[in-house]
């Protein structure tokens, strides 16, 4: 439907006077008017189109308003919409049969949440239920949530504002950054086995019989997707058994063919003992989350209640959109898509890189990868700093309006461009929003201190 003018000025001014932006101050936002959204492709009221190469937060793998989705949430809506948790129906069931069938390992029950924090949550209750232990390890540099615990597990700096309030209990240990090592390593592998190293001492110091389990991302996200050295994940479940630690995996960004498996964890050859998802389980289209156990944690609770409860947990309505988004990933194939144009990514990001001395690192996993942007090749020193505040963040500001004015959204964070497009992405659609960050690092290319 078309607008005119004054309507769309209509439409961004409620926004903007009655609603709260994320993350955000609210003085001075002027978000995308969006009004449609079709395949890769985002349009703004009064028709500009914008690429969507982040897949919104990560989160609609199969691209926008596909009809098999659609259907599927109009169908559930005409004969169920809503019944309390406690009740059964056709479509909860069809879909924790059909997680048990394509998750990794032993992993066989579903609770089911809105979304990830939530997710992250209920998984951390869990575990320290089940362990009756109250600590949790995880990294600095992750993300897994907004809500108080989530917030609290992961190491990103938005927590700050509400540190005097953090949940206690939650242990951090440095990640295995190569491209910036701590330990000043030779190579990923040593990278790893001196952070596995770090992990465990970490670990003997705070009482391995106080800690329930160990939290980690399937594959970095929003932390600047950092990759696992080979082998790192294996010696992290190894520590965990030689202690008896659970591990919980997170799964809400790097699942549901994000990396080229169904599960990112699965590129390592790791169960985990607890699993948690969202974005892509339903691709956006209603939300939905959820945390996976291991049959032996669902048989601890057969005698004993579960202490776990949600309003609209197991939603029909959800429900018929994430089985609705499981089969277009295997009908069209988008998991193996993933891998495949992962590779298409990396060949042609070789060539971005020997056009722009900015570049510093590309990380890709499938379709989840980070340009790192440096002021010098050599010193690998940050065009942004982490954390950057005020006038620092500039270059990432313009970096941002840039890519917008030419007709793409993408995530941009301090000295970070993330490219995670819809698993249907094209090969001429991916060289149009490589050809716009090529523009774009101009910016970052004038800052270059050789």
């Not at 008896?244 to 590129?267: N, Q, W, Y």
């Not at 510093?360 to 090749?377: H, P, S």
């Not at 500039?394 to 030419?406: D, G, V």
Request: with cysteine; aromatic share 10%.
């Amino acid at each position: 439907m078309q607008v005119s003018a004054t309507q769309a000025d209509e439409i961004l001014r409620n926004n903007l006077q009655y609603t709260l932006f994320s993350w955000s101050p609210q003085g001075n936002l002027n978000p995308i008017n969006a009004e449609r959204a079709e395949g890769v492709y985002v349009y703004e009221r009064g028709g500009k189109r914008y690429l969507d190469f982040s897949s919104q937060l990560m989160n609609v793998n199969i691209g926008h308003g596909h009809p098999k989705v659609l259907h599927a949430i109009e169908q559930q809506m005409r004969q169920l919409c809503y019944v309390y948790p406690g009740m059964a129906t056709e479509v909860r069931g069809r879909l924790g049969k059909k997680l048990a069938e394509i998750s990794p390992g032993s992993l066989s029950k579903t609770f089911f949440t809105l979304g990830g924090a939530d997710a992250i949550e209920n998984a951390i209750k869990l575990a320290r239920v089940y362990t009756g232990r109250p600590k949790i390890v995880s990294f600095y540099r992750s993300y897994h949530g907004g809500t108080y615990g989530a917030m609290s597990a992961g190491g990103d700096p938005r927590k700050h504002a509400i540190d005097s309030q953090a949940v206690p209990n939650f242990i951090h240990v440095e990640n295995p950054y190569y491209y910036r090592c701590p330990w000043s390593s030779s190579s990923p592998e040593e990278c790893g086995q001196r952070a596995a190293a770090h992990l465990e001492r970490v670990i003997q110091f705070e009482n391995p019989h106080s800690i329930a389990a160990i939290l980690l991302e399937g594959e970095s996200g929003s932390s600047g997707c950092i990759k696992y050295p080979p082998g790192y994940w294996k010696r992290v479940k190894e520590i965990a058994d030689r202690y008896g630690l659970l591990i919980i995996d997170d799964e809400v960004m790097s699942g549901f063919g994000r990396t080229g498996k169904m599960f990112a964890i699965e590129h390592h050859g790791v169960e985990p003992d607890l699993m948690c998802m969202a974005k892509g389980l339903s691709s956006g289209y209603i939300p939905l989350g959820g945390v996976m156990v291991k049959e032996e944690i669902a048989r601890y609770f057969d005698e004993r209640p579960l202490p776990l409860g949600l309003t609209y947990s197991a939603h029909a309505v959800a429900c018929a959109a994430a089985l609705a988004v499981i089969e277009v990933y295997e009908e069209e194939g988008l998991v193996a898509r993933a891998a495949q144009m992962g590779t298409y990514l990396e060949q042609a990001m070789e060539q971005l890189k020997a056009r722009h001395p900015s570049i510093g690192d590309f990380r890709n996993t499938g379709l989840l990868g980070c340009i790192e942007l440096v002021k010098n090749r050599e010193t690998k020193a940050p065009l942004v700093p982490w954390n950057a505040k005020g006038d620092e963040l500039k270059p990432t500001q313009q970096l941002a309006a840039k890519i917008r004015e030419l007709g793409m959204f993408t995530f941009v964070r301090w000295n970070w461009i993330f490219i995670a497009p819809p698993l249907c992405i094209t090969k001429a659609q991916i060289d149009e929003g490589l050809h716009i960050i090529s523009q774009a690092l101009e910016i970052a290319d004038a800052a270059y201190q050789p």
